[in-house]
């Protein structure tokens, strides 16, 4: 099993910008893929990226402009660098991991992923 804490979430001005950490631990050498989502209440979970074990990210087209993850590999910790945050960017935010090197639009599919943290709340004003 693997366990995922996020951090990092705060309320934020808009324009501001906001690093989330997820570190996992566990059986962390299973691990392929590591990917970001998040959610709005009454919405479905939206694939922001991830980044899989040999360093290879995707992201979804209409945030790879703002937002860029990135990972200690030896620490075992996934990162979310978001700059020229908006309102519409007010949500959950998700860590997740997966057993299999994924890429494409298949990393911003939740299930490709085997578990999850448990949210930290971002709130741009």
């Known amino acids: 099993q693997v366990q995922l804490v996020e951090s990092g979430g705060e309320s934020v001005q808009a324009g501001g910008s906001l690093r989330l950490s997820c570190v996992a631990s566990?059986?962390?050498?299973?691990?392929?893929?590591m990917g970001w989502f998040r959610q709005v209440p009454g919405l479905e979970r939206e694939g922001i990226g991830s980044?899989?074990?040999?360093?290879?990210?995707t992201y979804a087209d209409s945030l790879k402009a703002r937002f860029t993850i990135s990972q200690d590999n030896a620490k075992k910790i996934l990162y979310l660098q978001m700059n020229s945050l908006k309102p519409e960017d007010t949500a959950a935010y998700y860590c997740?991991?997966?057993?299999?090197?994924?890429?494409?639009?298949?990393?911003?599919?939740?299930?490709?992923?085997?578990?999850w943290g448990q949210g930290t709340q971002v709130t741009v004003s």
């Open positions: 997740a991991v997966g057993f299999f090197r994924i890429t494409g639009i298949q990393a911003l599919r939740e299930l490709s992923y085997n578990y």
């Open positions: 566990g059986a962390t050498q299973d691990i392929g893929c």
């Open positions: 980044i899989d074990s040999d360093g290879i990210t």
